[in-house]
């Protein structure tokens, strides 16, 4: 079956540092890779959508400047948080996608809290 | 207005007893995802259903795309069951859109 796993599950970082996270896709290819945010107490906001071998398109209110990402090949993303602050806590989701279905497969989540 | 709109936003239901959580969207849409988020945060993925009615166990979805929108069923509810319920709406490809989230809560 279709696995999308995300690294690391929780951190923990300073006000001001950077923190990088990875997903991993297992069982499919990950044509397309969409990074969300949850802030606490609110939904999954899209923060972009990268595809392989396409621009990676920056939703409104993000960066990429701020949350870079790198989509190298069919099975792996990363997405990292530059300077965070209070504001970046939450949970960051994962969702890969491969045209044969159309249907976006999630991980469990990285939680980022920032001190 | 929200395109993606659950209801009801809180919901308690006692062990045993059952209800259904809507998902209402105003856009065009493909199909739609149900997911329970956990007291740990973690998501944990239910359905996905582009047409019909899908069951797993207690669960139940339905997908009505003419009436545009979407239910998930629970029945005979267990303590774990509680958490908060999110439908995500495909929209095209990979534009997916999620709700603001059903908070349910079982009671011993």
């Known amino acids: 079956g279709a696995l999308v796993y995300q690294y690391p599950r929780r951190t923990i970082c300073k006000s001001g540092t950077s923190m990088r996270m990875e997903c991993q896709a297992v069982g499919f290819q990950a044509t397309s890779v969409a990074w969300y945010r949850q802030s606490p107490q609110k939904t999954f906001e899209l923060i972009a959508l990268s595809t392989v071998n396409s621009a990676i398109k920056y939703e409104q209110n993000f960066t990429q400047e701020k949350f870079p990402i790198s989509h190298p090949n069919l099975s792996f993303s990363s997405m990292t948080v530059l300077n965070a602050y209070l504001e970046d806590r939450g949970l960051y989701l994962c969702?890969?996608?491969?045209?044969?279905?159309?249907?976006?497969?999630f991980g469990e989540g990285s939680k980022l809290t920032v001190l | 207005g929200d395109q993606v709109e659950q209801s009801p936003s809180a919901l308690s239901l006692h062990e045993g007893t059952g209800s259904a959580l809507r998902c209402n969207f105003t856009?065009?849409?493909?199909?739609v995802q149900w997911f329970q988020q956990n007291s740990r945060g973690s998501l944990i993925n239910l359905f996905y259903l582009a047409s019909g009615t899908k069951e797993n166990g207690r669960l139940k979805s339905t997908f009505n795309s003419k009436e545009s929108y979407s239910t998930l069923h629970i029945r005979d509810a267990q303590l774990e069951d509680s958490g908060t319920y999110f439908c995500a709406v495909d929209t095209n490809a990979y534009k997916v859109i999620f709700g603001k989230g059903t908070h349910l809560h079982v009671l011993p």
């Open positions: 856009t065009t849409m493909r199909a």
């Open positions: 969702g890969a996608g491969t045209p044969n279905t159309g249907q976006l497969y």
